[in-house]
């Protein structure tokens, strides 16, 4: 690997926390960001020759606040040219940090810029983007090329995300404890970036690692902070364990390829066994929350060697403890599968019938998916086939929709 190459990880891993220190001294979210990415475009340019300096956050911190006061010197000397921006620069911004003065902080920095990206004020399409762009160090063109959109809306999004912060008088600072409410959006928000990377929702791939990366990165990074909250090392085994399975998930023409027929010898052992250590201990240890409940049945999945070994009456226990937690559709979804693997195709039909006049679910095609798998299952070729047609007319993601059209073509 190439000073190139080590320099552009690293600039990912320092850009939030460059971010969130200048925040945190200036203020002014969208100028600091500006900033930074001023300082991030100088040290693409001067490292790869220069080399990496031995203290790089620092560096980034001064050249961003030396920006910061040329901007603010710029602004000023428009509005008075009579008198010198030198002379009006508040003392916070007379001069940039030293190299070093925000170190100490740098975690907890990152962590308050998370929960600013995902602040309840904001929808939660721009929290997305607003969180990749600014703690995951994603570029506008990066996160619309990733959700397939164009960049302009990308950049309205994170426009408008900015200009609601300010409006609502959002501010930078770090709370002696996170609020249950705020730890919760942060944990959905980074939730969403994987699943859209894990199963993208739209286009020809079927999985776009730059957002399953980014996810666990931000992961990791939560939980290196709070490493006694049971939900986020959920959230993060949950990741590591569903990640483990990817290069089974596509055969090389890039069809898709459903759990029950993957070759596990593809999996990631080293993701499944910290994924497992991450849960295990999670469970022990903290209040069961619906991640934990998550990253159990996922680890319950790895541990099986082959589809049939399957632990599927554990699994129906952990869907039925996660539906008490989260009665959502989904986990309904989820549950009658496991239910038809237990007690039969029928009985699994069965749940599904309060999931056909349910608005979030009545076309959406994972129902039809469902119901076309379980009427297979109980021998029901037509109108598995015909079920396996619908679901593959409602999806967006062509992976999806040629499995499906396969499947009723078999039938």
Same mark, same amino acid.
């Given at each position: ?8 990880? /690293? ?13 945190? #001294? ?19 340019? %001067? ?8 203290? *790089? ?10 920006? $910061? ?31 070093? @003065?925000?170190? @100490? !902080? ?17 929808? +939660? ?15 506008? =063109? ?5 959700? /397939?959109? *164009? ?24 709370? !002696?404890?996170? !609020? ?15 699943? +859209? ?18 996810a666990i990165r931000l992961a990791r990074a939560v939980h290196r902070l709070l490493p006694d909250d049971g939900e986020v090392a959920g959230?993060?085994?949950? $990741? ?24 596990? !010898?593809?999996?990631? @052992? ?5 994924? =497992? ?9 903290? *209040? ?5 409940? %998550?990253?159990?049945? @996922? ?26 937690? =989260? ?7 989820? #549950? ?9 195709? %029928? ?18 095609? #994972? ?9 297979? $299952? ?16 409602? =999806? ?7 499995? /499906?059209?396969?499947?009723?073509? %078999? /039938?």
């Amino acid at each position: 690997m190439n000073v190139g190459d080590v320099a552009g990880d /690293l600039l990912r891993e320092l850009s939030p926390q460059v971010l969130g220190a200048l925040i945190r #001294r200036y203020g002014r979210f969208a100028e600091c960001e500006d900033a930074v990415q001023e300082a991030m475009l100088a040290a693409t340019v %001067q490292w790869p020759g220069a080399g990496i300096p031995d203290n *790089p956050r620092g560096w980034l911190i001064t050249v961003a606040s030396r920006r $910061m006061i040329d901007q603010w010197r710029s602004y000023h000397a428009r509005q008075e040219r009579e008198i010198t921006a030198f002379e009006r620069t508040p003392d916070y911004l007379a001069a940039a940090p030293a190299a070093d @003065a925000e170190h @100490a !902080s740098a975690d907890d920095d990152t962590l308050t810029l998370l929960f600013l990206c995902c602040h309840p004020g904001l929808p +939660e399409p721009s929290q997305i983007a607003l969180t990749l762009r600014a703690v995951g160090g994603l570029t506008t =063109t990066e996160i619309a090329r990733a959700f /397939l959109l *164009p960049e302009p809306t990308i950049a309205q999004r994170i426009t408008r995300a900015k200009q609601r912060l300010k409006e609502t008088g959002a501010r930078f600072e770090t709370p !002696s404890s996170w !609020s249950d409410e705020a730890l919760a959006a942060v944990l959905h928000v980074l939730y969403l970036i994987f699943n +859209e990377g894990y199963t993208a929702t739209s286009g020809t791939g079927l999985h776009r690692v730059e957002l399953t990366s980014e996810a666990i990165r931000l992961a990791r990074a939560v939980h290196r902070l709070l490493p006694d909250d049971g939900e986020v090392a959920g959230l993060l085994a949950l $990741m590591l364990l569903t990640e483990a399975r990817r290069r089974a998930r596509t055969r090389p023409d890039g069809t898709l390829v459903p759990l029950s027929e993957q070759d596990r !010898s593809l999996w990631d @052992a080293d993701a499944i066994r910290a994924g =497992t250590e991450l849960i295990t201990g999670a469970m022990s240890a903290s *209040p069961l929350g619906p991640y934990q409940l %998550q990253a159990a049945i @996922a680890a319950v999945h790895a541990e099986a060697a082959h589809a049939d070994q399957t632990d599927w009456r554990q699994i129906l226990a952990l869907y039925q403890v996660l539906e008490r937690l =989260t009665p959502t559709p989904v986990v309904r979804l989820n #549950r009658a599968v496991a239910t038809a693997m237990v007690h039969g195709a %029928q009985a699994g039909l069965d749940e599904l019938e309060p999931l056909e006049s349910d608005p979030r679910t009545a076309r959406q095609h #994972r129902l039809a998916a469902v119901r076309a798998h379980l009427l297979e $299952m109980a021998g029901q070729d037509a109108a598995a086939r015909a079920n396996y047609q619908m679901a593959a007319r409602l =999806t967006t993601s062509l992976p999806e929709r040629r499995y /499906l059209e396969d499947r009723a073509a %078999q /039938l």
